[in-house]
C-alpha cells in the first residue's frame, strides 16, 4: 500500500460534499458532512478585500456547553493555488482540521484574497481583468494575515494563538511576523509543514520553473512594470474545472493529473515574492527601480525590492520537512531558511518520512502517525525519531525524554523544576527518602491501597441502582484518594470529593495554574495538624519536618 495516499480520498469527500452543498468543496457542505459545528465569519482587510473565515468551535461530538470557552485558538493556512477547504477534504479522523476540534482546539480555517473564498470587495469587481486580481504575497502578508489573526483572537477571546502553515501558508506567515513584528506576540508558536525558503534549491518541475523566470526575467520585469502582478489562475475558475474534468477526473488521464502533482510537488506560482538567484524572502519586484521605491518605500543596491528581515521574527518555530519534498528541500531550509532566523528560535525540526510537498496537507495516513490508542507506541517511535527527546503538543506542551542518558542529566546532574545543583540533589534524595520511609513498594502501601478499595466497595454498596452503575468517577476518587492520603494525610468522602474531581479535571487538562492552587491549599491543610514533635504520617508533614534541618529543601520558601 501506497504510505502517501490523498487522491481517492479527496475526490470521495468532496463528491460527498456535495450532497449537502452545491459547491463540492465548499466549507459549510464539507464541515456539517461530518456533523461538525461551522461558523463563517467575514474579515475585512485595510486595503478593502472581504474573506471568509470558517470557524469549527469545538469536536464533533461535543455540546454546546463544552466550547469554545478556554479552548485555544489554532489558526490553519492553506498553501498555494488552494483554500482553507485543504484542512478538511478527507474523512474526520485524517483531515487536520476535525483532529484539531476533537483534541480540544477553537480551530480555525484562514483563505487569502483571490481564493473561492476571498473573492469579495468593498468597491472591486472580480472580472477577469480587473485591478481586483493585482496583489503579491506582499498584500496577503501585511494586509490578509493580520486581519485574520486580530479576527480570530476577537472571536476567541485570548491574547495568543497557535498557527499551523502549509507551503505558502508557512511564507505568508513568515513575512507577516517579519514585517509586522507587534504580531509575534500574537502568534504563541508557528507549525511550518514544508517551510520554504527561498525555493533556490527546489527541484523537478520547480527547478525548471524558475530557470525559465531567470531567463524569461525582462520580458516579466516589462509586464510587471506596465501592467502590474496579476493573478493569472483563480481568475479563470472554468479553466481548473475544465482540466478537472477532462484530466484529473477519470482514468487513464487521471494518472497523467497524479503524476504532474508529483513532479511539481506544488509550484509557487507568479506571486512567489521569493528572488531564487538573491536566495532570500523578497518583496515582490515590480521591474524596475523606481516602481519598487514607491510600492516599497526602499530598494536594495541592485534595485531589486528589499528583502524581508526574518530576524524580527520572534516566535517559537516547529518545521516539518521530507527529503521527499521537491520544492522545500532541507537544502532550502538549512542553507537559506535556518540562517536567516534568529539562533534558538527553531524549536524543533521533524522530518516525515516519505510525504512530498502536497502530502503534508492532503494525506489520509498523517493522523496514524500519532495513534492515540497507542499512545506508549506512538512515544517509542517519536523518541527514535527525535533522538529521545521532544515535545508533543495534547493541545499544550508536554516534554517527553525516552532516552536513558538525557533522562539522567536532566533530573540527576542538572536538575529540573527551577533547581539545579546541590539543591537538586538534596531535593531529589529527600523525597525518595521519604516516599520509601511511607512504604513505597513495601506492605504499607499495599494497606494503603486496601483500605481505599474497601472504602470504594462500601460506596458502591451505598448506590441504590446497582444495574446502571458510572464506575469513571468512582475508580478515580479510588486511585486520588490513595495519592492524597500520602501526599497530604487524607482522604475524601466519597460524597464529599468536588475538590478532587475538579483538581482531576484540571490535571487532565493540563490547566497548571489550578493545578498548582489545589497543591499549595491542600499543603496548607495539612500542614495545620502538622507538629515537629509528632510522628509524621504524610509526605507534607515529614518534608516540612526535614526543611527545618536542611538549608536546600528551603529553595521555594
Given at each position: ?312 521574527i520572534d516566535t517559537e518555530l516547529y518545521l516539518c520537512w521530507s527529503r521527499n519534498d521537491w520544492l522545500a528541500t ?156 500520602v501526599l497530604f494525610g487524607y482522604r475524601y468522602n466519597y460524597d464529599n470529593c468536588e475538590p478532587l474531581m ?56
Open positions: 500500500m501506497n504510505p502517501v495516499s490523498f487522491s481517492k480520498s479527496t475526490i470521495a469527500i468532496a463528491k460527498s460534499a456535495a450532497i449537502t452543498a452545491p459547491n463540492p468543496i465548499a466549507h459549510r457542505g464539507i464541515i456539517e458532512r461530518w456533523d461538525y459545528p461551522v461558523e463563517i465569519h467575514e474579515v475585512t482587510t485595510k486595503d478593502g478585500y472581504i474573506l471568509d473565515l470558517h470557524r469549527i468551535p469545538r469536536g464533533q461530538n461535543e455540546s454546546k456547553s463544552s466550547g469554545p470557552c478556554n479552548r485555544p485558538a489554532i489558526l490553519l493556512n492553506h498553501g498555494i493555488a488552494s483554500s482553507g477547504a485543504q484542512w478538511a477534504l478527507n474523512l474526520p479522523n485524517q483531515s487536520a482540521a476535525f483532529v484539531f476540534a476533537d483534541a480540544g482546539f477553537d480551530v480555525y480555517l484562514a483563505n487569502h484574497r483571490g481564493t473561492t473564498y476571498g473573492k469579495k470587495h468593498v468597491n472591486k469587481g472580480t472580472g477577469l481583468f480587473s485591478d481586483f486580481w493585482q496583489f503579491t504575497l506582499d498584500e496577503m502578508a501585511n494586509f490578509d494575515l493580520p486581519a485574520i489573526i486580530d479576527k480570530v483572537l476577537e472571536l476567541n477571546g485570548n491574547t495568543q494563538l497557535y498557527y499551523v502553515g502549509h507551503s505558502q501558508g508557512n511564507l505568508v506567515g513568515f513575512l507577516t511576523l517579519a514585517d509586522n513584528p507587534q504580531y509575534n506576540k500574537k502568534v504563541k508558536k508557528l507549525f511550518a509543514l514544508t517551510p520554504v525558503g527561498a525555493a533556490h534549491y527546489a527541484r523537478g518541475a520547480t527547478q525548471f520553473a524558475y530557470l525559465a523566470h531567470n531567463v524569461f526575467r525582462p520580458v516579466t520585469a516589462f509586464y510587471t512594470s506596465v501592467l502590474g502582478p496579476h493573478e493569472l489562475f483563480f481568475n479563470i475558475p472554468w479553466l481548473f474545472r475544465l482540466v478537472g474534468e477532462l484530466v484529473c477526473k477519470n482514468p487513464p488521464l487521471n494518472y497523467i493529473c497524479k503524476d504532474l502533482i508529483e513532479i511539481s510537488s506544488g509550484p509557487t506560482g507568479p506571486h512567489s515574492n521569493m528572488n531564487s538567484q538573491a536566495k532570500k524572502a523578497m518583496h515582490f519586484d515590480y521591474g524596475n527601480a523606481l516602481k519598487n521605491l514607491q510600492k516599497h518605500g526602499r530598494v536594495s543596491i541592485h534595485a531589486f525590492p528589499h528583502p524581508y528581515n526574518y530576524s524580527n532541507p537544502a532550502d531550509i538549512e542553507k537559506i531558511l535556518v540562517p536567516s532566523l534568529r539562533s534558538g528560535i527553531i524549536k524543533g525540526s521533524f522530518e516525515i518520512n516519505e510525504y512530498n510537498h502536497i502530502a503534508f496537507a492532503l494525506a489520509t495516513t498523517t493522523k496514524d502517525r500519532f495513534d492515540g490508542r497507542r499512545i506508549d507506541k506512538t512515544f517509542e517511535r517519536l523518541g527514535k525519531d527525535q533522538a529521545g527527546f521532544y515535545t508533543v503538543f495534547m493541545p499544550f506542551p508536554n516534554v517527553q525524554i525516552t532516552d536513558y542518558s538525557i533522562l539522567r542529566e536532566a533530573f540527576i546532574e542538572k536538575g529540573v523544576i527551577q533547581s539545579n545543583g546541590d539543591t537538586w540533589r538534596e531535593q531529589r534524595r529527600a523525597a525518595i527518602s521519604i516516599m520509601r520511609d511511607f512504604g513505597m513498594g513495601k506492605n504499607v502501601m499495599e494497606e494503603l491501597v486496601r483500605s481505599s478499595i474497601g472504602e470504594f466497595l462500601e460506596h458502591l454498596e451505598k448506590l441504590p441502582d446497582k444495574s446502571n452503575v458510572d464506575l469513571y468517577w468512582p475508580i478515580k476518587v479510588l486511585v486520588s484518594n490513595v495519592i492524597n492520603e475538579n483538581y482531576v479535571n484540571r490535571f487532565n487538562a493540563q490547566k497548571y495554574p489550578q493545578i498548582n492552587q489545589y497543591i499549595v491549599e491542600n499543603v496548607h491543610r495539612s500542614l495545620k495538624e502538622y507538629n515537629v514533635d509528632d510522628e509524621q504520617t504524610c509526605f507534607a508533614h515529614a518534608y516540612k519536618q526535614r526543611m527545618e534541618e536542611n538549608e536546600h529543601l528551603n529553595h521555594w520558601i
